[in-house]
């Protein structure tokens, strides 16, 4: 039988078999020597043996008892990050083989993370390599785009084709970079420095930076909040989140729209709300909007390479921060972004 394969469980059987044995001669040879007690022998010898058979029982519980414990610990070692950690099996039965697996389970978990991380910054690194070796021809296509504009003023037709090529290069440049950013942070190759900031100065500056696209859009980009609010972020990169879901509320509001953000200070919450009256999420794209490069079958948007808001969603998350998005078809969005305040905690 498995359970024998244990030698512990075995030599437990064989002391308490003993213990039946000893007690069967003995309750058997009481009455041949015809004792005035035999009856009060037999017993106490009972009791005697019942003892002696829990005594085992519990000595052997209590070192079960206790590798168990010892089993725990080094598992609550290992969740806790000791990568280490590892349970000792080096007896034989069905416990030890279910410590082994677990052993072995580790090793793999261990096994994938480090593949993982591998992957990660072999991911990291390539983007990044591509990144850079695109900015350099890229650089040059404008510089040359340029040189053709200036030379076809009186040539409408090249003119606008160069126009187009403009917007696409631009649009390239924009996805080198978004995605250079996204597996950055993927990858945790990027340190989010915070600080504390001033809400209104960061906002101020985003305006600042779609002023001019808001303005030749007849648009609007309006701002309210309190002078005073403070937020423990990297402002670069909030900066960078926020901007993008404004850029994405501004490719989808017409001309004669307006964008508003709001920030307001709750007793544990700072909340940052981005608002348009836009054409609307339609519900079947509710789900996936922070997908990467999810592209809507309803979206009149063609421009848009569906990183912008992923990019906002991790920078967000990074940030112990989360978004949710209300929106109604034909009316507007908002994405409503709410940050702990750990002091209030």
Same mark, same amino acid.
């Given at each position: 039988?498995?359970?024998?394969?244990?030698?512990?469980?075995?030599?437990?059987?064989?002391?308490?078999?003993?213990?039946?044995?000893?007690?069967?001669?003995? /309750?058997?040879?009481?009455?041949?020597?015809?004792?005035?007690?035999?009856?009060?022998?037999?017993?106490? /010898? /009972? %009791?005697?043996?019942?003892?002696?058979?829990?005594?085992?029982?519990?000595?052997?519980?209590?070192?079960?008892?206790?590798?168990? !414990?010892?089993?725990?610990?080094?598992?609550?070692?290992?969740?806790?990050?000791?990568?280490?950690? +590892?349970?000792?099996?080096? $007896?034989?039965?069905?416990?030890? +083989?279910?410590?082994?697996?677990?052993?072995?389970?580790?090793?793999? #978990?261990?096994?994938?993370?480090?593949?993982?991380?591998?992957?990660?910054?072999?991911?990291? $690194?390539?983007?990044?390599?591509?990144?850079?070796?695109?900015?350099?021809?890229?650089?040059? #296509?404008?510089?040359?785009? @340029?040189?053709?504009? $200036?030379?076809? !003023?009186?040539?409408?037709? =090249?003119?606008?084709?160069?126009? %187009?090529?403009?917007?696409?290069?631009?649009?390239?440049?924009?996805?080198?970079?978004?995605?250079?950013?996204?597996?950055?942070?993927?990858?945790?190759? =990027?340190?989010?420095?915070?600080?504390? !900031?001033?809400?209104?100065?960061?906002?101020?500056?985003? *305006?600042?930076?779609?002023?001019?696209?808001?303005?030749?859009?007849?648009?609007?980009?309006?701002?309210?909040? @309190?002078?005073?609010?403070?937020?423990?972020?990297?402002?670069?990169?909030?900066?960078?989140?926020?901007?993008?879901?404004?850029?994405?509320? #501004?490719?989808?509001?017409?001309?004669?729209?307006?964008? +508003?953000? !709001?920030?307001?200070?709750?007793?544990?919450?700072?909340?940052?709300?981005?608002? $348009?009256?836009?054409?609307?999420?339609?519900?079947?794209?509710?789900?996936?909007?922070?997908?990467?490069?999810?592209?809507? +079958?309803?979206?009149?948007?063609?421009?848009?390479?569906? %990183?912008?808001?992923?990019?906002?969603? /991790?920078?967000?998350?990074?940030?112990?921060?989360?978004? *949710?998005?209300?929106?109604? %078809?034909?009316?507007?969005?908002?994405?409503?972004?709410?940050?702990?305040?750990?002091?209030?905690?």
């Amino acid at each position: 039988m498995k359970i024998f394969a244990n030698r512990k469980i075995k030599a437990l059987f064989d002391k308490i078999l003993l213990c039946i044995l000893a007690f069967t001669l003995l /309750s058997t040879a009481l009455p041949m020597l015809e004792p005035r007690n035999a009856a009060l022998l037999i017993l106490l /010898s /009972s %009791l005697c043996m019942g003892t002696i058979i829990l005594i085992f029982c519990y000595q052997y519980f209590r070192e079960q008892n206790e590798i168990m !414990e010892n089993a725990v610990a080094q598992i609550a070692d290992y969740i806790s990050g000791n990568r280490t950690a +590892r349970i000792e099996c080096d $007896d034989e039965g069905e416990l030890y +083989r279910l410590f082994h697996e677990v052993n072995s389970l580790a090793a793999i #978990l261990n096994a994938q993370a480090e593949n993982e991380g591998e992957s990660k910054a072999f991911l990291r $690194d390539t983007i990044s390599n591509i990144s850079h070796q695109l900015k350099t021809p890229l650089a040059a #296509l404008n510089i040359y785009n @340029g040189l053709l504009q $200036d030379e076809a !003023e009186n040539l409408p037709e =090249i003119r606008e084709f160069t126009t %187009l090529s403009e917007q696409e290069l631009d649009r390239i440049e924009t996805l080198v970079q978004n995605l250079l950013k996204i597996t950055k942070l993927d990858a945790g190759s =990027i340190v989010i420095e915070k600080a504390p !900031e001033n809400v209104a100065d960061m906002m101020k500056d985003i *305006e600042l930076h779609f002023a001019y696209r808001a303005k030749g859009e007849q648009k609007e980009i309006l701002l309210s909040g @309190g002078d005073d609010i403070t937020l423990v972020c990297d402002r670069t990169w909030m900066i960078e989140a926020i901007g993008n879901i404004v850029k994405n509320a #501004l490719d989808h509001t017409e001309g004669g729209g307006f964008v +508003r953000i !709001e920030w307001k200070q709750f007793a544990s919450v700072v909340q940052i709300i981005v608002k $348009d009256n836009g054409c609307g999420i339609h519900p079947e794209d509710m789900h996936h909007i922070f997908k990467r490069f999810y592209r809507s +079958r309803f979206s009149q948007d063609t421009q848009g390479i569906g %990183l912008g808001l992923p990019l906002a969603k /991790s920078i967000i998350e990074a940030h112990n921060g989360s978004i *949710e998005v209300d929106s109604e %078809l034909g009316i507007g969005t908002s994405f409503i972004i709410n940050f702990l305040i750990p002091t209030k905690l």
